[in-house]
């Protein structure tokens, strides 16, 4: 049978429930015949983040209908339940409590839309041992001893990332650099990390912040350019990317400027053409398109469903990274042999990886994690660099 999506109202005004299953959900525990496995997911679908929040949700759509076509997991048909939490960490915390207090447990929590919800959400999380999955970056996330349950599709910014923008930055022939990133907790990794590594490279590294909800940065480019940087790396996440380049242009600096991996919206369409000129983007290798040669049945399955689903208004990773993550979940359930969530945590820290074309996920060319690691290690190949910026098309610049 053909799954179907199921829309039903929640009590609460900023919850929506979506439901991808072969039939009406049934209520009792996970390890009946006929329960499902239950994901609530805790993410901005309004407000001035639902640009990062909206992409999730459709990507674990996506993936949810992907394993209940093909039976589910460990024959549990998947349900999604929404949370609104319009990207506030207290709001978060407060939706997850009460539908907690409602007795009935998920499965799964996909947990929050920036860190500062995230590192809101683990405590709670990990004190009832729910599982989470999440692609928000803060390094404090990734500590397995404190928050055990929470896997995320992060890449290391001072391993993997950081070391990225520095080869892109002496490509472009830079000899200082200025960091432009926000003053939140998803700003942090790069305004810890790039310092140390940029000035080991050769390049001196000055940083200025910028609010998150910002739409003028003149000011912290005009200081960049006073002390003297001759190219910009900005950290743009959501609707900050155009913003960052229409404020360069106002200034009439025309240092080249670099967007960093953080990058999600499709800025073509948001800028003119005049205020792209030296304006490069650094991203995760998924954006970049792909020859249909070169896809796997796991990519072109993603590509179909997104297309059922309707325009793409964002890069292909933000809805890569939840499809990701939940069939990656489903890998450990099955190899678990169980929902349990110390058993499934095991198994998730122990992967058995499947050959690389029959591979559930297509965010990087391994995901994997380790009892000590649960962010991803990302590897060479998984970035590319965009130095004509385009449209994008079906999430991906050419």
Not at 103 to 131: C, F, H, M, N, Y
Request: hydrophobic letters at 40%; aromatic letters at 6%.
């Amino acid at each position: 049978m053909k799954p179907k999506i199921l829309v039903t109202a929640v009590v609460t005004a900023s919850a929506l429930l979506l439901s991808s299953c072969g039939g009406d959900a049934e209520s009792g525990s996970s390890d009946s015949a006929d329960s499902t496995f239950k994901v609530l997911v805790v993410a901005s679908q309004t407000g001035p983040l639902a640009a990062l929040g909206k992409p999730f949700l459709i990507g674990l759509q996506v993936a949810a209908d992907e394993l209940n076509k093909a039976g589910g997991i460990l024959g549990q048909q998947v349900e999604l339940k929404v949370l609104d939490s319009q990207s506030d960490p207290t709001k978060a915390v407060s939706l997850l409590q009460q539908e907690l207090a409602g007795g009935d447990q998920p499965d799964l929590v996909w947990d929050g839309t920036i860190s500062a919800e995230t590192l809101a959400l683990l405590p709670v999380l990990s004190q009832r041992k729910i599982l989470s999955i999440g692609a928000t970056g803060n390094e404090a996330i990734n500590d397995p001893e404190k928050y055990p349950y929470t896997f995320h599709s992060s890449a290391h910014q001072a391993t993997d990332g950081m070391p990225a923008n520095v080869a892109a930055m002496q490509e472009l022939g830079c000899k200082s650099v200025g960091l432009l990133a926000p003053n939140d907790a998803s700003g942090e990794p790069v305004r810890d990390n790039y310092p140390a590594g940029f000035e080991s490279a050769g390049l001196p590294l000055t940083v200025e912040e910028y609010a998150t909800g910002d739409i003028d940065m003149t000011a912290p480019l005009a200081r960049l350019e006073s002390a003297g940087v001759d190219c910009v790396v900005a950290f743009a996440a959501g609707p900050a990317a155009p913003y960052v380049i229409k404020s360069r242009a106002k200034s009439g600096w025309d240092a080249p400027l670099m967007l960093n991996e953080a990058i999600t919206t499709d800025v073509y369409n948001l800028v003119s053409p005049e205020e792209l000129e030296g304006v490069s983007i650094h991203t995760y290798a998924i954006n970049a398109y792909r020859e249909p040669a070169a896809r796997t049945p796991a990519y072109t399955s993603l590509q179909a469903g997104l297309k059922a689903k309707g325009n793409m208004e964002a890069v292909l990773l933000n809805y890569a990274w939840p499809h990701d993550l939940l069939q990656l979940v489903a890998m450990g359930v099955r190899q678990a042999g169980s929902t349990d969530p110390d058993q499934v945590k095991q198994a998730l820290e122990n992967l058995e990886q499947p050959a690389e074309q029959d591979r559930p996920y297509v965010a990087y060319t391994t995901m994997a994690w380790s009892a000590t690691d649960h962010f991803i290690d990302a590897g060479e190949n998984d970035y590319a660099v965009v130095k004509s910026v385009t449209p994008l098309e079906d999430g991906t610049w050419k």
